[in-house]
């Protein structure tokens, strides 16, 4: 029973066979002694054993909440191996949280990726098309991937303050550039200076302002009565001239 022990390392056989032992030989008996010792040894092994796995399950537990808010993938998984060499079974409790954490690690972190990648890619064309809507929707539907403070949707949302601080800018010339123009329509009116006028015309076009602008609209039409004006007055003259002769 000793030798079979030896290997087998079995606590409850080995007792058995002391106790039937007993029934014969004395406990100081140098066989009794010996099994004793050898089932004493067994299960202090077994009570280290027993240690180190309540120490793993724990670490792998600790290893798990800690993930659960690192969401360290690689962490975990170095962990979860540590568990393995320690022989914690795979339906053990924390084994299964573990590893269902890390699934659902693993899943994020592919969207993660997928977001950023998409992200770019719209950063990319943004940065062709200054279209500011279309980024800030690319960065509305990432931001519900990734964190505030990922570097791609930083990048974007810098992007995007850049392009709406060029759209301000471009604003606040057109609302200049209008003013001017109503600016020197009025003017003209009272000077009747067509040439002035022609001028003003052609830096509000050079600003982009449209041609179905009110401004530009009513600054056109004084133009035509102004050289309308302008040819009254040349016909006019010429017919004095004539006259004169």
Known sequence: ???????SRDAEALAAAVDTAKQVLPDDNAVVVLANELLAEI???????????????????????????????ASLKAEIGVAHDSKVAEGAEEMVAAKGLLVELDAAAEAEMAAETALRQAVDEAKESRDAE???????TAKQVLADDNAVVTAASDLLAEIHAEREAAAEAM??????L??????????????????????????KVSEE???????????????????ARLAAEAKLNSVSQ
């Not at 299960?43 to 120490?55: L, S, Y």
């Not at 279309?134 to 509305?140: V, Y």
């Not at 009272?190 to 600003?207: G, K």
């Not at 602008?213 to 004006?229: F, I, P, Y």
């Open 1 to 7: 029973a000793v030798d079979e022990a030896k290997e």
């Open 43 to 73: 299960r202090v092994e077994r009570e280290a054993a027993a240690e180190a796995m309540r120490t793993a399950l724990a670490r792998l537990k600790a290893a798990t909440e800690a993930a659960r808010e690192s969401r360290d993938v």
């Open 134 to 140: 279309k980024l800030a929707t690319s960065i509305d």
């Open 175 to 180: 609302r200049e550039a209008l003013a001017r």
């Open 182 to 207: 109503k600016s020197a329509t009025e003017g003209a009116r009272e000077s009747r200076d067509a040439a002035a006028l022609t001028a003003e015309i052609e830096v509000a076009q050079q600003s």
């Open 213 to 231: 602008s009110e401004e530009m609209v009513t600054a056109k039409a004084l133009l035509v009565e102004l050289d309308a004006d302008a040819e």
